[in-house]
Every structure is written in C-alpha cells, then in structure tokens.
Nanobody, 123 residues
C-alpha cells in the first residue's frame, strides 16, 4: 500500500508565503513524476505543478507561474510546493499525486492521492 501525507497548509494573508510538503511511504511503485493539484469549494480539482523525480523538468499551471515552485528530495521521498505571493483565489485544498508517468510531452496522472491540506489566503 502507498501512503501520501501532505502537511504545511494553513492560514496566511494575501502576499504571504506557505510551503506544503508531501511524503510518500509504503510499497515501491514505478513512477517518473509527482504532482500537486488543488480544489476550491464548488470547483473541480485542477492541476497546479509537477516535477520529474529526476529533477530535470518541472511544469506549472499558468495561474501559478512565477509564484509557486515545486521541488523534491528523493532521499526523503518528499515533494514540496513553495507558494509565494499568495492570493485569495489560491484558497483551496491542495492534494499530492504520485505514480504519474511523464515522458516527453506526455503525462499521465498517478493513481495515488493524499488526503489534502487546506490552504486559506485572507484578503
């Protein structure tokens, strides 16, 4: 069984920063990429950022480019999402996704999800 545990969410004022983390544990699985998604109340879950475990590629949704940074620590099986210049519209539950495969321009979302961590940005 694979477990993903997110942490680091919280309440922050607009313009502030937060870093959320996702640690993977359990059985080994084949994967080349990890990702972050988010879901705001009344909205569908949306892609935020992804990274290859190799560290040679990252990708971001347009609405977070220049503000969010995804990184990983392979030794700790942990992926981070540094969120700067936060806006009220960034308020959402942030979910970690594992098991994805990213090759060239093709990316498939993984089968494993964390339970999410709440990020709330006040105006």
């Amino acid at each position: 069984q694979v477990q993903l545990l997110e942490s680091g969410g919280g309440l922050v004022q607009a313009g502030g920063s937060l870093r959320v983390s996702c640690t993977i544990s359990g059985r080994a699985f084949s994967s080349t990429a990890m990702g972050w998604f988010r879901q705001a109340p009344g909205k569908e879950r949306e892609f935020v950022a992804r990274t290859k475990w190799s560290g040679d590629a990252t990708d971001y949704a347009d609405f977070v480019k220049g503000r969010f940074t995804i990184s990983r620590d392979n030794a700790k099986n942990t992926v981070y999402l540094q969120m700067d210049s936060l806006k009220p519209e960034d308020t959402a539950v942030y979910y970690c996704n594992a098991g994805g495969v990213w090759s060239g321009t093709d990316w498939s979302v993984g089968d494993y999800w964390g339970r999410g961590t709440q990020v709330t940005v006040s105006s």
